[in-house]
């Protein structure tokens, strides 16, 4: 069996002295995250992923607000150096729910032609499908940035403890795209997560994780307490969705027994929709089949 | 806006819904504001514990929601802000139409009165055959709402001379605190109170609410969990409780089934469920065999055949209940009421229209036989 392969880049100037991310930093950080996950530069690594004519939405998580949420000085970056070498940065959407909660996170909007846009699916004339879409037991409207503004997905997502999914990240983030993420967090989110991210205009767009790890909610989340987060000033990146969220995993149980805390799977919830995905032959959840390369920058 | 133009906008949700649909706010709404997603209320819930770490664990129905910060609950309208539970929901009316009370359905309560019929977005059910899913299965935020506080709704039910608010197509119980508020205040205006719900809530909260509604119809969704489990996503065990605790009050009570061709029409399934209403609640109660139309993300499916629903009524009559309906086929006998004692026609019904009753006060007019129910 083929491994998939994960990279971890690291910065120790990832964050500012105030915690913030510093751009130049993470266009670095990018850049070398995905030679090494390809194996060529990244400018051409891009070509790869992505056909000249592709419109990319970039998916973050605000749901936290300020305090943890994926940060403009995060996204932003990534946006205009995947247009800088893609042909435009009006081909690139960062997006998430609602305008008001990337705005709360520090994002300022913007649908301008010939501009990177950022927007959220309430904005006016954009919103949900008119019809559920069904894939098992998934039944959603999707955001029509997913379904209709996109042709390649990025998902940028913080890695964060979560109370019942367990972990956080890359695929869970998806949620972002359904009407109904409220109807799919029972049963630690299994088989939700997997089979939403199963669906074509999930895993049919999906072209890269790359999990914001810069600073990770390690226990008590999603919600931001700052006495469980740790600034860890890492990127995690793969084509493997399955693989990037279960690499978070490890870090977060990594974190989580530095601070003499219970493992998830003592807690009873460890990301069990991670080996649904692996069986529903969505990726590789067992970190024996995962190739990690880490290297700091 | 005068009756006739309030009525012209019940009048297209009353039309659709016979075919099994039911529309939210879509109309001009000159007598009412138009609340924007931005103006969520933010009410203080009931029935939640606050827990460490700004946590809180929901209490009002068997779900139990344990949400961090800025988390909502499985319905989507409840949540939880700093620490604090909120009901996002109190006063924003999705959709609101007059209807017959014979929609609800309710068969012995206050036959050929005009209900003031209203809900907000949100459920705690999934169900994947739901007829109101524009509304039951969205958050707030996702659907067109007025704005309408309890003294609002009881204004209006009083300006449009409807005796009675329903609380009903999406799912009540998730706009409690609204709708407890509002029944305290029509009580005092001496309107009447009936709940359309799946009774999917916690005994606490049901006993509460069952002091200041009238009538309550339950849905029952199958009589087994296997079937609550993939089609509902709830549990079965705490809607019968709900079904014995509300016989057990003051408050009147009917139950409907929909029976969906292959899911819940097993007629084994059925006559246990019939042996169980008659030795748990008695068999005075009126149940209704509904017919399923397909809709939301069952679609495969075709409607019930009649012929199914005259089989599972003879099953319940079988079993000994005495008011046994079959609902959503306009001009079946059965949607008409017979009594039990002498048999004869005492109420005919064509659709939600009352052709015909045939009864003194609470009885039947022929036999003297006592109905049960709400008749005055």
């Not at chain 1, 309430?122 to 499908?129: A, E, I, L, M, W």
């Not at chain 2, 509902?232 to 705490?238: A, F, N, T, Y």
């Amino acid at each position: 069996m083929k491994k998939s392969r994960v990279v971890i880049i690291f910065s120790k100037q990832a964050l500012s002295p105030t915690g913030i991310p510093e751009p130049q930093i993470m266009l670095k950080m990018y850049r070398r995250g995905l030679e090494l996950l390809s194996g060529v530069p990244a400018e051409e690594a891009l070509k790869i992923w992505f056909k000249p004519e592709d419109r990319i939405g970039i998916k973050i998580n605000t749901i936290a607000r300020r305090a943890l949420s994926t940060r403009p000085e995060t996204s932003v970056p990534l946006g205009l150096w995947l247009g800088k070498n893609l042909g435009g940065e009006d081909k690139i959407i960062i997006w998430d729910r609602t305008n008001e909660e990337l705005k709360d996170a520090g994002y300022k909007l913007s649908t301008s032609p010939g501009s990177l846009k950022i927007f959220g699916t309430d904005s006016r004339g954009v919103g949900y499908t008119q019809e559920p879409i069904v894939n098992r037991d998934i039944g959603s409207l999707f955001s029509r940035i997913q379904t209709d503004l996109i042709d390649a997905s990025i998902s940028l997502a913080i890695l964060k403890d979560h109370g019942l999914a367990g972990v956080t990240a890359g695929m869970k983030n998806y949620f972002g795209a359904i009407h109904n993420p409220n109807k799919y967090h029972d049963s630690n989110c299994n088989p939700y997560i997997a089979e939403l991210f199963e669906t074509d205009i999930i895993r049919g767009k999906h072209r890269l994780s790359i999990l914001d790890a810069l600073r990770v909610q390690y226990h008590r989340g999603p919600s931001y307490h700052p006495q469980w987060a740790e600034n860890c000033q890492k990127l995690i990146f793969s084509t493997d969705a399955v693989a990037a969220d279960s690499i978070g995993w490890k870090l977060i149980e990594e974190l989580r027994a530095k601070k003499g805390l219970p493992s998830l799977k003592e807690e009873n919830r460890q990301p069990a929709y991670l080996f649904t995905a692996e069986k529903m032959g969505l990726g590789q959840a067992d970190q024996a089949n995962i190739e990690i390369l880490e290297e700091e920058v | 806006m005068d009756r006739r133009d309030f009525l012209k906008f019940s009048v297209l949700g009353s039309t659709l819904f016979l075919g099994g649909k039911n529309y939210g706010v879509t109309s001009p709404l000159k007598p009412f504001s138009q609340a924007a997603s931005s103006q969520l209320s933010r009410v203080e819930a009931r029935y939640y514990e606050k827990l460490p770490d700004r946590e809180i664990k929901c209490n009002l129905c068997p779900r139990f929601c344990h949400l961090g910060d800025k988390e909502r609950g499985f319905c989507g309208v409840r949540e939880n802000q700093d620490g604090k539970y909120y009901t996002l929901v109190y006063g924003q009316v999705a959709s609101y139409n007059i209807d017959p009370i014979e929609k609800k359905p309710f068969f012995h309560f206050l036959p050929g009165s005009e209900a003031f019929s209203i809900a907000t977005a949100g459920c705690n059910l999934s169900c994947k055959f739901c007829q109101n899913w524009e509304i039951s299965q969205m958050r707030p935020e996702q659907v067109k709402s007025v704005y309408l506080p309890p003294e609002d709704v009881v204004q209006t039910a009083e300006q449009y001379r409807c005796p009675i608010i329903a609380y009903t197509y999406s799912e009540p119980t998730i706009f409690y605190e609204f709708m407890y508020d509002t029944s305290l205040m029509a009580r005092r205006h001496h309107l009447r109170n009936v709940v359309v719900s799946a009774g999917f809530i916690n005994p606490e909260p049901l006993a509460d609410l069952i002091k200041v509604v009238d009538a309550i119809k339950i849905d029952l969704k199958a009589f087994t969990q296997d079937f609550y489990t993939n089609y509902v996503r709830g549990e079965l065990q705490p809607v019968l409780q709900s079904i014995k605790q509300i016989a057990g009050s003051k408050a009147w009570l009917e139950i409907v089934y929909l029976v969906i061709p292959t899911l819940n029409d097993n007629p084994e399934d059925i006559r246990k469920m019939c042996r169980w209403l008659k030795a748990e609640i008695g068999p005075d109660y009126p149940l209704h065999f509904s017919r399923f139309q397909p809709m939301y993300l069952i679609k495969n499916l075709p409607p019930t055949p009649i012929s199914t629903l005259e089989k599972l009524r003879a099953i319940a009559l079988e079993e000994g209940l005495h008011y046994v309906y079959i609902g959503n086929v306009p001009g079946h006998p059965a949607e008409s009421t017979y009594c039990p004692n002498c048999g004869k026609l005492i109420i005919e019904r064509y659709g939600y229209i009352i052709k015909k009753k045939e009864m003194s006060g609470n009885k039947c007019r022929y036999c003297g036989q006592v109905i049960p129910g709400v008749w005055s």
